[in-house]
């Protein structure tokens, strides 16, 4: 089975819900504790074993390009003043050998057509799909490792999800289950609480095999106008003999979309520093 060493994070959202200090900062760059919530998910995908970040930008979101860059000039001020360790900081952002691509999306039509930007670096491989807004805990080689080792193990996509229960899981897209274990049969996108086929919510990761982007690339316009990651994974789960399965969240998860989450998830990291710098 074909490694996965490819990872996308669709990083071009507004963060309005951030407003007036996402409006020069990309919400992915808002700081939980010292690092921004994007280096923790590059750290996430880099423990699973990823060598390649394909990062999905748009207007504005220079600051990202610019994180993940060498900074020789801040490096050699920090030494040159005796600050080796804040120096070492810098220059290990990310570990040798792994590689950023930055890839503009000029129009978000969601993120299935953000993924689907990523497919000339993706080169029909095995990919991950991140999204930052979802922090989930610091425990161990983190969930997507075991996503990772799930996907090469068995050749089926793989959606992280978790229960939501009452009016909230319209928020989400969601599983319809299979008869066997992990097994998932479709993904509905926002039902109403009424209509939907359980409580498993996918969230933010994901692990897919190369053909769904065969499918966003012929997929039409889903909820809100958008071309929607989960309407090609629920045709990729109803393809016969199945494609997907899911994998129950087993770390804590905070919603760094949204302000409590992203303060829950400050607490979180600060509670587990083992001491102060």
Same mark, same amino acid.
Do not use: W
């Given at each position: 089975?074909?490694?996965?060493?490819?990872?996308?994070?669709? !990083?071009?959202?507004?963060?309005?819900? &951030?407003?007036?200090? #996402?409006?020069?900062?990309?919400?992915?760059?808002?700081?939980?504790?010292?690092?921004?919530?994007?280096?923790?998910?590059?750290?996430?995908?880099?423990?699973? *074993?990823?060598?390649?970040?394909?990062?999905?930008? *748009?207007?504005?979101?220079?600051?990202?390009?610019?994180?993940?860059?060498?900074?020789?000039?801040?490096?050699?001020?920090?030494?040159?003043? *005796?600050?080796?360790?804040?120096?070492?900081?810098?220059?290990?952002?990310?570990?040798?050998?792994?590689?950023?691509?930055?890839?503009?999306?000029?129009?978000?039509?969601?993120?299935?057509?953000? !993924?689907?930007?990523?497919?000339?670096?993706?080169?029909?491989?095995?990919?991950?799909?991140?999204?930052?807004?979802? &922090?989930?805990?610091?425990?161990?080689?983190? &969930?997507?490792?075991?996503?990772?080792?799930?996907?090469?193990? #068995?050749?089926?996509?793989?959606?992280?999800?978790?229960?939501?229960?009452?009016?909230?899981?319209?928020?989400?897209?969601?599983?319809?289950?299979?008869?066997?274990?992990?097994? !998932?049969?479709?993904?509905?996108?926002?039902?109403?609480?009424?209509?939907?086929?359980?409580?498993?919510?996918?969230?933010?990761?994901?692990?897919?095999?190369?053909?769904?982007?065969?499918?966003?690339?012929?997929?039409?316009?889903?909820? *809100?106008?958008?071309?929607?990651?989960?309407?090609?994974?629920?045709?990729?789960?109803?393809?016969?003999?199945?494609?997907?399965?899911?994998?129950?969240?087993?770390?804590?998860?905070?919603?760094?979309?949204? !302000?409590?989450?992203?303060?829950?998830?400050?607490?979180?990291?600060?509670?587990?520093?083992?001491?102060?710098?």
């Amino acid at each position: 089975m074909q490694k996965v060493r490819k990872a996308v994070f669709p !990083v071009a959202g507004y963060g309005t819900r &951030f407003l007036p200090a #996402t409006k020069s900062i990309p919400k992915e760059m808002l700081p939980i504790v010292d690092k921004p919530v994007i280096h923790y998910a590059a750290e996430e995908a880099v423990r699973a *074993g990823i060598d390649t970040l394909i990062f999905i930008t *748009g207007r504005q979101k220079r600051a990202i390009e610019d994180y993940f860059d060498s900074a020789p000039e801040l490096e050699a001020a920090l030494r040159a003043k *005796g600050k080796d360790e804040a120096a070492d900081i810098v220059h290990a952002i990310l570990p040798q050998g792994v590689n950023c691509i930055f890839i503009r999306q000029s129009t978000q039509l969601g993120l299935g057509h953000a !993924v689907l930007c990523a497919a000339p670096a993706l080169a029909y491989e095995p990919f991950a799909v991140l999204l930052a807004d979802d &922090f989930l805990g610091l425990e161990g080689q983190g &969930f997507l490792a075991d996503m990772v080792h799930a996907y090469e193990d #068995t050749g089926l996509s793989q959606i992280a999800v978790m229960p939501i229960d009452g009016p909230d899981i319209s928020r989400y897209g969601v599983v319809k289950p299979g008869p066997g274990k992990n097994e !998932v049969q479709g993904l509905i996108e926002k039902p109403s609480a009424a209509d939907a086929p359980s409580n498993l919510a996918s969230i933010g990761r994901y692990v897919l095999a190369p053909d769904v982007m065969d499918i966003l690339k012929g997929l039409e316009p889903g909820v *809100g106008g958008e071309i929607q990651l989960a309407d090609a994974i629920n045709i990729l789960a109803t393809k016969q003999g199945g494609g997907v399965q899911s994998r129950l969240l087993t770390t804590p998860r905070f919603d760094c979309g949204q !302000v409590r989450g992203y303060l829950d998830a400050i607490l979180h990291v600060a509670d587990r520093r083992k001491s102060p710098r």
